[in-house]
């Protein structure tokens, strides 16, 4: 279960990480994922200073840890009234690929243990829209997680799923 919290400015700050066994990644190194998102914003023409939180876990049991990424300013850029754009990036041996792209998102983000098509289901909160404040699970399908979540059924928590985690 992974939770990153907010939208709302601020200093970048290390996140916890709480999990249940001690991973042992072979992947590419925190600067590099830096290094990709901010190529990222460059290709996109996205504001060169933006800010954001991300984890690392391995998504789809290859033993790289990849990284989830959740813009947080310019608000009016990345984020709005009913969240923020996430990204889900692929390790590869030396580099990270864009999966794709989810919005609005809004904290906490959760990583189960359960997966679909290989890839583990990712749960985010969908929140200040006309429509019931909900959780929902975003399920691979073979490519990409849901870019819309708010389109997704509530997600029901069941107590023997064990999840996993990630507090800033």
Not at 122 to 126: C, S, T, Y
């Given at each position: 279960?992974?939770?990153?919290?907010?939208c709302s400015?601020g200093?970048?700050?290390?996140?916890?990480?709480q999990?249940?066994?001690?991973e042992?990644?072979n992947?590419?190194?925190?600067?590099i994922?830096?290094?990709?998102?901010a190529?990222?914003i460059?290709?996109?023409k996205?504001?060169?200073f933006s800010?954001?939180?991300y984890?690392?876990?391995d998504?789809n049991?290859?033993g790289r840890?990849?990284?989830?990424?959740l813009?947080?300013?310019p608000?009016g850029y990345?984020?709005?009234?009913?969240?923020?754009?996430?990204?889900v990036?692929?390790?590869?041996?030396?580099?990270?690929?864009l999966?794709n792209?989810?919005?609005p998102?809004r904290?906490?983000?959760?990583?189960?243990?359960i997966a679909?098509?290989?890839?583990?289901n990712?749960?985010?909160?969908?929140s200040?829209?006309w429509?019931?404040?909900k959780?929902?699970a975003?399920l691979?399908?073979g490519?990409?997680?849901?870019?819309?979540?708010?389109?997704q059924p509530?997600?029901?928590?069941?107590?023997?799923?064990?999840?996993?985690?990630?507090f800033?």
């Open positions: 279960l992974l939770s990153l919290t907010g400015g200093d970048r700050r290390d996140l916890y990480i999990t249940s066994a001690l042992t990644p992947d590419p190194s925190d600067e994922m830096r290094r990709d998102v190529a990222f460059t290709e996109g996205a504001p060169p800010l954001y939180d984890a690392r876990i998504l049991g290859d840890r990849e990284a989830i990424v813009f947080k300013n608000y990345w984020c709005d009234r009913n969240g923020c754009t996430m990204l990036m692929a390790a590869g041996n030396d580099s990270f690929t999966v792209a989810v919005q998102v904290g906490p983000i959760q990583v189960s243990d679909t098509e290989g890839w583990r990712l749960i985010v909160r969908v200040g829209r429509d019931e404040t959780d929902v975003l691979f399908d490519n990409k997680y849901p870019e819309n979540p708010a389109s509530a997600y029901m928590r069941f107590t023997e799923q064990k999840d996993q985690r990630f800033y």
